[in-house]
């Protein structure tokens, strides 16, 4: 059987409310040679049920956390090209061949990504995202570096993958984003596309702005992110928002 040219790898943990989002999205793509293997990190509702019906590359890791399902799926997937994905997020109909267009223009590229979006977000997110991504542009318009890559929005080569040894598995929130684009940057040259712009759930915001910023944000985030970096292993066990 030919091999799909391109693989979008979902990690999921419990997302049986959200995860049709994605996959019905994505099921409606304009590009259409590609597979879609989910990484379940040990689901107890119904989500690898639901997962079953839109593929057949379903697996199940019991235990794992996002960047070890992001490694393990990736390392299943048989596309050149991986787009990592989240079970949250809105893809618009021509954002994988969109993808493919920016690999097969440019040699050099080891990764992709963009911006985001939060739908239905609280108000006071709009200016904070306007703020930042209009920084990143920035950036990379007069620097050419990437500086952030939402792990829902990063293709890269499988090749590109393999030669930084995937995903820092012992990392949990971040790894798959910071450490890793880190990493692809070591593989070839990391583009930046402003559209199409995946939609993602507005769940992780509705916490309220300060307990975003110093609880999900500082405390969850990057101090975890950052200790995990330095002892070798996350010592902050956050829970997933759900």
Same mark, same amino acid.
């Not at 689901?43 to 079953?52: F, G, L, M, N, P």
């Not at 990764?111 to 209009?134: D, E, H, L």
């Not at 990379?140 to 590109?160: E, H, M, W």
């Not at 940057?185 to 915001?205: D, F």
């Given at each position: $059987? ?62 794992? !956390? ?51 979006? #939060?739908? !239905?977000?609280? @108000?006071? @997110? ?55 684009? $880190? ?20 769940? %992780? ?7 975003? #910023? #110093? ?26 928002? %759900?």
């Amino acid at each position: $059987m030919k091999k799909p040219r391109l693989s979008v790898v979902i990690p999921t943990l419990q997302e049986e409310k959200y995860l049709k989002i994605a996959l019905d999205s994505l099921k409606k793509q304009t590009f259409k040679d590609f597979e879609i293997i989910i990484a379940d990190g040990g689901s107890k509702d119904k989500t690898v049920a639901i997962a079953k019906k839109y593929t057949d590359k379903v697996f199940v890791f019991d235990g794992a !956390n996002v960047c070890l399902s992001r490694d393990k799926g990736t390392r299943l997937a048989e596309g050149d090209i991986i787009a990592g994905a989240d079970a949250d997020t809105f893809y618009p109909e021509n954002y994988l061949e969109t993808v493919l267009q920016v690999f097969d223009k440019n040699k050099d590229a080891s990764a992709m990504s963009g911006k985001i979006y #939060f739908y !239905n977000c609280p @108000w006071w @997110w709009k200016p904070v995202w306007w703020i930042f991504y209009s920084l990143f542009e920035a950036i990379y318009i007069f620097t050419g570096k990437v500086v952030y890559a939402p792990a829902l929005n990063l293709a890269f080569r499988k090749s590109a993958f393999l030669k930084v040894n995937g995903y820092n598995t012992k990392l949990d929130f971040g790894g798959d984003e910071i450490d890793f684009l $880190m990493r692809l940057k070591q593989a070839g040259k990391i583009h930046y596309i402003t559209k199409p712009v995946p939609q993602t759930h507005s769940r %992780r915001l509705k916490i309220g702005i300060s307990r975003y #910023f #110093f609880v999900q944000l500082l405390y969850n985030y990057w101090l975890n992110y950052l200790t995990a970096k330095i002892l070798g292993k996350a010592i902050i066990k956050a829970k997933p928002v %759900r």
